[in-house]
């Protein structure tokens, strides 16, 4: 009898975009489809890990067995994974969280009304999760990803050292968002190491063996 990868193991994963409120109907948001967070939910419940999944607003139906909780804004899923971090053992966060949201929402929806003259918005800088989950006293093992047009090695080492996480996944390649394969690569402390180009559940099982291995190397 084989015991399952993560067998025990509480993870915690953030997905998908923010949606930052401007008036009652449009916002600030990003392309990101949520797939790649989605599928490593999936893999690591499939692997005996009990998953949370703090998801933003996306089309995607929840794994099976992952329990789903829906946030719209960065300070939300913030507020959300934050009571939630000291219960697992592991924080993925894969969100494409919006670094900035309007300074105010405005109550109502801002109107033409023949002025000429355009608005502009003050923004405001949203609490950076990831960084805040590294910062509890208890603090579960943190994955990071990083998606970058250019230089993702050196921007990974800097999110490694700025958000002090142990471990930085990037997405090498053009734009992954939407789409269902992508190329990983994994940067920690000691130099990195590619996970070849494959569809994202592929890849997510290879993360989560990943961290199945680090997990028992810290607990060594
Ligand atoms: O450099 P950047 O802040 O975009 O780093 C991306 C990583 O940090 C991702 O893992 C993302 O989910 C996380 N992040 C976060 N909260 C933010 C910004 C990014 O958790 N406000």
Redesign the pocket.
């Known amino acids: 009898f084989q015991p399952k990868l993560l067998a025990g193991r509480r993870l915690l994963i ?1 997905a998908g975009p923010t949606f930052e409120a401007i008036d009652p109907v449009r916002g600030i948001t990003n392309h990101s489809s949520g797939k790649m967070g989605f599928a490593i939910a999936r893999a690591a419940q499939e692997a005996g890990a009990e998953v949370t999944l703090v998801a933003g607003p996306v089309h995607l139906p929840t794994p099976r067995h992952v329990r789903r909780v829906d946030v719209q804004s ?1 300070q939300q ?2 507020d959300a994974v934050l009571p939630l971090a000291a219960q697992h053992e592991v924080f993925v ?7 900035w949201r309007p300074a105010q929402m405005n109550a109502h929806k801002i109107k033409k009304d023949g002025k000429k003259v355009a608005p502009t918005f003050e923004l405001t800088e ?8 590294a910062a509890l006293p208890q603090a579960p093992y943190c ?5 970058e047009s250019e230089h993702l090695l050196q ?1 990974a080492r800097e ?1 490694l050292l ?2 002090k996480v142990p471990l ?1 996944v990037g997405n090498l390649g053009p734009a992954t968002f939407g789409r269902d394969d992508n190329t990983l690569v994994l940067v920690d402390a000691d130099g990195h190491r590619e996970l070849p180009t494959a569809d994202k559940l592929s890849l997510a099982r290879a993360l989560v063996r990943e961290l199945a291995e680090r997990l028992k190397t810290s607990a060594e």
């Open positions: 953030t960065a899923m913030h966060a894969t969100a494409a969280v919006a670094d949203n609490p950076d999760i990831l960084a805040a989950v994955v990071g990803f990083a998606a921007h999110k700025r958000k930085i």
